[in-house]
Each structure stands twice: as C-alpha cells, then as structure tokens.
C-alpha cells in the first residue's frame, strides 16, 4: 500500500477484555515501531522491531501489553485484560531504515483509537 | 520526569505572520531533532529535522533554529497559512534513532 495501514481504526473494549491491533507498514520497511498517544499528548514509545525482532520492548507499560511481527512485515499489538487507562491511540510507524536520516524519515499510520468502559 | 519540553501549549496566528514554537531537553545525548506535524485524526508527519552540528535548517517556510548550549531548539513558520493549522509536535532521539521522545505539542490557529 501507499502508506502505514491500521486496524481497526476505532475499537471500543469492556475492560478486562483482550484487544488486537494490527499494522500493515510499508512495503519493504525494515523498521516498525510502536508508540501510544493519550489525549492531548505527545506520543510515547511502546517498542520497536527490526524485521521480525522485537529489539526494544522498553516502553510497553505493563505485562499486559504484548506485540509481535512474525514474518517481519505486519505487527500486532495486543491488550490483555484491558483498563480504563489503556485508552488512547495507538499509532504504528515504519521505516526503511533503522537510523534516522534522509532514508530513515519515520512514517505513521493513522493510528487506532481505543476507548475501555 | 518530562525530557522534551514544549511550549507553548497553544498558539494563535494571523494569516501571513510568524508562528514560533519552541522546545527545551534535558538530555545531552540527544543528537536528533525533528518536528512532526499532525492534523485531527491524523498520523504525525516529519516536516523537518535538524542534528546539532548545525545552528539552523530552512526548508521552505519552516525553519529549525537550534542552540546547543542552552539545549533549546525551535521551529518558526514563515507566512503562515490556514492551512498550517494543526498540532505540531518536537522530538528528540539519541544515535540518531528513530525512538523519539516527543513533547507534548502545540496547538496552531492561523486566522484567515
């Protein structure tokens, strides 16, 4: 595709249940990142995959966050047990290159938003 | 503890004049220093980004201005347009990376 695909763009969630969210990155981007926009802020780092290595897992805020990107092209995000304060948007973004720089410009989805009851 | 500071948190400008945002870190180590602009509903998208070997970077009507020792950088939009209203965001990272700590944007307004 022409750019970061998301989905579902808009999920709404009881709390305690599981969600999933799925990125499709652009065709042949190496670099896949992660990262959570609560209303009003800036987005915060979640992780990042390099192919289909999860090499930073830093920013996930608890052990009921998990992502993954098996084949080193679509990633998931999953919420386990969801909580009221896992509601924000959650925005996927990939590059071509690990380095930032001419060729490493950072591309973003148009993210999907999560709303826990 | 906030290690990219941005303000202000809003901002109003008049069509044709200058708009000024500007961010503070904290973080000597940071080496990379972009701006993101993001409309409603919207991804954030790279508009421009500066390494600190320079003082300035122009891009057509947007201009980051960095200063090093005082570990401040901001972004000026010359001739500013209705169509320029949206949320911008500064960042910063370490080794050139692309996992951004970002500050927590400013709203701008241009009036027709």
């Known amino acids: 595709g022409a750019g970061v695909s998301q989905s579902p763009r808009y999920k709404v969630a009881k709390r305690g249940q599981d969600v999933a969210l799925r990125c499709d990155p652009i065709?042949?981007?190496?670099?896949l990142f992660w990262y959570q926009q609560a209303l009003g802020q800036g987005p915060e780092f979640l992780t990042y995959?390099?192919?289909?290595?999860?090499?930073?897992k830093s920013g996930l805020p608890s052990d009921r966050f998990f992502a993954e990107r098996p084949e080193g092209s679509v990633s998931t995000l999953k919420i386990q047990r969801t909580q009221q304060e896992d509601s924000a948007v959650y925005l996927c973004?990939?590059?071509?290159?690990?380095?930032?720089?001419?060729?490493?410009?950072?591309?973003f989805g148009e993210g999907s938003r999560l709303t826990v009851l | 503890q906030q290690q990219v500071k941005q303000s202000p948190q809003s901002l109003i400008v008049q069509k044709g004049g200058i708009s000024i945002i500007n961010c503070a870190y904290e973080?000597?180590?940071?080496?990379?220093f972009p701006w993101y602009q993001q409309f409603p509903g919207k991804g954030p998208a790279l508009l421009i980004a500066?390494?600190?070997?320079?003082s300035e970077k122009k891009e057509g009507r947007f201009t980051i201005s960095f200063n090093k020792s005082a570990k401040q950088f901001s972004l000026h939009i010359m001739d500013s347009q209705p169509g320029d209203s949206a949320t911008y965001f500064c960042?910063?990272?370490?080794?050139?990376?692309?996992?951004?700590?970002f500050g927590t944007g400013t709203r701008l307004l241009v009036s027709p």
């Open positions: 973080n000597t180590a940071f080496d990379y």
């Open positions: 065709s042949g981007h190496v670099s």
């Open positions: 500066i390494r600190p070997d320079v």
């Open positions: 973004a990939s590059s071509l290159r690990r380095l930032a720089g001419a060729t490493g410009e950072l591309f």
């Open positions: 995959f390099q192919n289909e290595a999860q090499l930073d």
């Open positions: 960042a910063a990272s370490k080794g050139g990376f692309q996992k951004l700590v």
